[in-house]
């Protein structure tokens, strides 16, 4: 004889089978994907460059030539309001911050590679 609980449970499991079907290969990709969805989203906010960090490091190291809102008031300085010299890719900015150009010193040493790229997705933020 069966008691109660087990044909319960006999009846849940049906259900959940008609439901998801029987586990087994060709649910594994449904469960792959499960898993994998939320880690890649995990990591890319994880790894995401911060802009409220990239404003801080401007407001600390750019400003004084750059301008507060990227207008420069000193010639010969691009004007990030008007997308000056923005239309590049991040990996050249990144090289440019790091070398220095001209009057701009070099943030190597300086600035961690984190704070730079933060510092480029805040200057991108400043184009009008
Ligand atoms: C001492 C003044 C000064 C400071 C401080 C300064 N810059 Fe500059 N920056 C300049 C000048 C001048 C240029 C133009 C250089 C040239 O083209 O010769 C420039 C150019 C740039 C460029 C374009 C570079 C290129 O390759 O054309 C970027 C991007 C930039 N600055 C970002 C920054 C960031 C980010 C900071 C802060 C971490 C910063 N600058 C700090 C003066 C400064």
């Known amino acids: 004889m069966m008691n109660e609980r087990k044909v319960d449970r006999r009846r849940w499991m049906h259900k959940v ?5 029987r586990p087994g290969l060709c649910r594994r990709p449904l469960i792959a994907l499960l898993i994998a969805v939320p880690t890649v989203i995990v990591l890319q906010v994880a790894t995401a460059a911060d802009y409220f960090n990239g404003r801080e490091v401007y407001d600390t190291f750019c400003q ?25 890719p991040d990996s050249d900015l990144f090289a440019g911050i790091r070398q220095g150009k001209g009057v701009m010193p070099a943030f190597r040493g300086m600035l961690s590679d984190e704070e730079i790229r933060d510092v480029i997705a805040y200057v991108r933020s400043l184009q009008k």
Do not use: I
Request: charged fraction near 15%; proline fraction near 7%.
């Open 17 to 21: 089978q008609v439901m998801f079907g």
């Open 64 to 88: 004084s030539c750059h301008g507060a809102d990227g207008r420069s008031m000193t010639p010969g300085t691009p004007d990030f309001s008007n997308g000056d010299g923005m239309f590049r």
